[in-house]
Structure formats: structure tokens, C-alpha cells
């Protein structure tokens, strides 16, 4: 199936969800250029007032170890996407350093953010993470620089887990976690207590890396919350917050949550309340965007929905 046609039915499943932005990791290197790239754009534009979509040109193959590509990502850039992604500076290309001048280079000459995903272990993931905060802080790119996974911080010990988060926080580093099944990940009570933001994602949506992705935050909150242990309301709540309103903050969402003067964009389920909505994620949702209905399949909603008029309010 063609790409175009992939992303499109992947914007289908995820808004049928509730999820109206996104952040999508696009393959940029030597091999295939900057077809993959266009191909999502086109998908994206049909549903360009329905989800918001931030491309991430990503260096799949690595930058150094695929000559060519550090210029396709700042074309990439140019063309259309907002963000320059990096991979696991020393493991793909040998070269930390210069992996991340590219990246950081892009990224400060076109006023981009940037999203590493780093999967180095240990000692040698922590290493990165405080060399990327240390780059964040030199250039003034604080709240603009991400990174996806860390799983280092799940394998060193508490307190050098502790000095790592306080690291992130001084230099606006967020960090994404998709709570994979077979990893340590970050512990997310004591980044989010030194002050790091951290959110939740998906990494694959059912392709040949991971089958289990289907683009469901609110199944992914859940996820979350089981493997971190969280069993109080409270605790819940955080999950939830990692898929709403703390990924909102990350895409820099506008006028986003339920305050006076926001879009009126929101997602309802069948649930006593949000900590049981996380637990037990509801099938049955409703939709509004910006105010307006979003027409979905059956649910037990449907009835309620059916008789509500957008303009005289409930009709008997």
C-alpha cells in the first residue's frame, strides 16, 4: 500500500480515537530521499482542519552513516517539516558530537524543535542525555528539544536518576515515554518531580518494529499507569495528563483544554470519571471539535447525541 494511502488510513484510526494533533516521525536519508516526506504531507492536507499533524524529519538510517542525509534533513525542514529528529548519537554513528551538531544545526538555523529518540543503555545514555541538555541550554533552544525513550534513565539507580531529571528540568528537556513491554523506562514520578515534562506517545503504529501501537492515547495512558504502578486517583490523573494536556503543552497547543476562551475541543466517555477512564479505557467516545460534533460509529452515546441540536440544545 502506498505511503500516502497509510498515513491517511493511520489519521482515520487515531481521530476515530479522539486525538486531533500529533507528532509523526518521517524516514529522511540517502536512500529515499524526501519521497516519504511528501507522501505524508499529502496525506496530511485533506485532514489539515481535523488533525494537526508536526512532521519530524528523521534520520532512520543514522546521519553520519548515511552520507547525504544531513542535507536532506535540512531540506526536509525547508519543505515543510517543523521538527529535525536525532538516533542514538554514538550507537548509529559513532560520533556523538557530530552527530548532534547537525541536529542542533538545523534546528537553530531554521528555528525548529527538535525530537531525539535514544535508546542508548546506562551509563552511555545518561551521557547523552546531558550532553543534548547541555547543547539545549547553549543555544537557547529550552522547551523546544525532546527526547523520546531515554530508557537510560530506567537503568541507572534512583539517585542518578534524580541528578539526570534535575539536568532536564534546568534545560527545558522534555521527555516521551510509550512505556514499552520489555524495557526499563523513565521513572516518571521523579522526573516530573525535579520539573520535566514528561509525556506519553506511541513508538510504532503496528508495523514491522512494534504490533501493539494503535494510536489510542487514552489506551496508552493506561498502559502507562500499569507499568509505572500507579493505582490512585492521583496517579491516574498524571497518566492521563501525559496524553492530554502534557503532550498539548510539548506540540504547543493554543486555546487546548476546557478553560473559558479555549476551542471547545474535547473527547467524552462512558465513565464514572477520569481515573476509571484511564484504567478501563471506554470503546464508546464522542468527539467535539471546536465545538461542533464529530460524527462517529454506534455507541451507547450515540442516543444522547442524537437528540442534541448544536444550536436549540436538547430536544425531547
Known amino acids: 500500500m502506498p505511503v500516502t494511502d497509510r498515513a ?3 489519521l482515520a484510526q487515531a481521530h476515530g480515537f479522539g ?3 500529533m507528532r509523526s516521525h518521517v ?24 488533525v494537526d499533524v508536526e512532521i519530524v524529519a528523521f534520520p532512520q538510517a543514522g546521519i553520519l552513516a548515511s552520507p547525504g542525509t544531513a542535507d536532506l534533513l535540512d531540506a526536509a525542514v525547508r519543505e515543510g517539516a517543523r521538527v529535525v529528529g536525532g538516533l542514538d548519537p554514538s550507537a548509529f554513528d559513532g560520533d556523538a558530537d557530530a552527530h548532534l551538531d547537525v541536529v542542533f544545526g538545523v534546528a537553530e538555523r531554521h528555528g525548529v524543535k527538535i525530537d531525539i529518540h535514544l535508546h542508548e543503555p546506562g551509563r552511555q545514555g545518561i551521557e547523552q542525555l546531558r550532553r543534548i541538555a547541555a547543547r539545549t541550554i547553549a543555544i537557547g533552544m529550552q522547551s523546544k528539544v525532546v527526547v523520546s525513550h531515554a530508557y537510560a534513565l530506567g537503568d541507572v539507580g534512583p539517585d542518578e536518576a534524580a541528578r539526570t531529571a534535575d539536568i532536564l528540568a534546568e534545560a527545558g528537556v522534555a521527555i516521551m515515554t510509550n512505556a514499552p513491554g520489555d524495557r526499563a523506562f523513565p521513572p516518571i514520578k521523579v522526573l516530573r518531580s525535579a520539573g520535566v515534562r514528561v509525556f506519553a506517545g506511541n513508538d510504532n503504529i503496528r508495523d514491522a518494529w512494534w504490533p501493539y501501537g494503535d494510536a489510542d492515547m487514552l489506551g496508552r ?10 493505582f490512585t486517583d492521583a496517579d491516574l490523573a498524571t497518566a492521563l495528563d501525559m ?16 478553560a473559558i476562551g479555549d476551542e471547545a475541543t474535547f473527547l467524552i466517555v462512558d465513565a464514572e470519571n477520569a481515573a476509571a477512564a484511564v484504567a478501563d479505557p471506554p470503546r464508546h467516545r464522542r468527539l467535539i471539535q471546536q465545538g ?9 452515546l450515540d442516543t444522547l447525541f442524537s437528540r442534541y441540536d448544536t444550536q436549540q440544545g ?3
Open 292 to 300: 461542533a460534533i464529530v460524527p462517529s460509529g454506534t455507541s451507547r
Open 27 to 50: 524516514d529522511v536519508d540517502a536512500s529515499i530521499g524526501l519521497a516519504n516526506l511528501h507522501a505524508v504531507m499529502a496525506a496530511c492536507e485533506p485532514w489539515r482542519d481535523r
Open 19 to 21: 486525538p486531533v494533533a
Open 243 to 258: 496524553a492530554t494536556t502534557d503532550a498539548a503543552s510539548v506540540l504547543g497547543l493554543r486555546r487546548y483544554g476546557l
Open 221 to 230: 495512558a493506561m498502559m502507562i499507569g500499569y507499568r509505572s504502578g500507579f
Open 314 to 316: 436538547y430536544r425531547s
Open 8 to 10: 491517511q488510513a493511520l
